[in-house]
C-alpha cells in the first residue's frame, strides 16, 4: 500500500511562484505514474500534469510552460508552479499508480492565487 501527503499549498499574489511536493511512503517500489490534479468546488477533479517511472511527462494545455512536474528518487512528487494566475486557484492532489493499476489520492493541499 501506497500512502501520499502533499505539501507547500499557499496564498500567492498573481504572478508569483509556488513549489509543491509530494511525499510518498509505504510501497514506493511499485509506483510507476504520478501525477497532480486539481479541483475546484462543484468542479470535477482535472490533470495537471503526470510524470511516469521513465521520466515521460504530459500536462494540461492551461499550465504547459508555467508548470513543472519533476519526482526524485525515493518518489517524491514536485509541481513548480510560476507565473500563477487567479484561475490555478484549486487544491491540488498527489495521485500515484502503481505499475498494476492500483491508484492512490493525498489529501490535497489548497493553492489561493490573489489577483
Known amino acids: 500500500q501506497v500512502q501520499l501527503e502533499e505539501f507547500g499549498g499557499a496564498l500567492v499574489p498573481a504572478g508569483g511562484s509556488l513549489r509543491l511536493s509530494c511525499a510518498a511512503s509505504?510501497?514506493?517500489?511499485?509506483?510507476?505514474?504520478m501525477g497532480w490534479y486539481r479541483q475546484a468546488p462543484g468542479n470535477y477533479r482535472e490533470l495537471v500534469a503526470t510524470i511516469t517511472s521513465d521520466g515521460d511527462t504530459n500536462y494540461a494545455s492551461s499550465v504547459k510552460g508555467r508548470f513543472t512536474i519533476s519526482r526524485d528518487a525515493k518518489n517524491t512528487l514536485y509541481l513548480q508552479m510560476n507565473s500563477l494566475e487567479p484561475e490555478d486557484t484549486r487544491v491540488y492532489y498527489c495521485k500515484s499508480t502503481t505499475h498494476w493499476g492500483s491508484a492512490v489520492w493525498g489529501r490535497g493541499t489548497e493553492v489561493t492565487v490573489s489577483t
Open positions: 509505504g510501497e514506493i517500489a511499485a509506483i510507476n505514474t
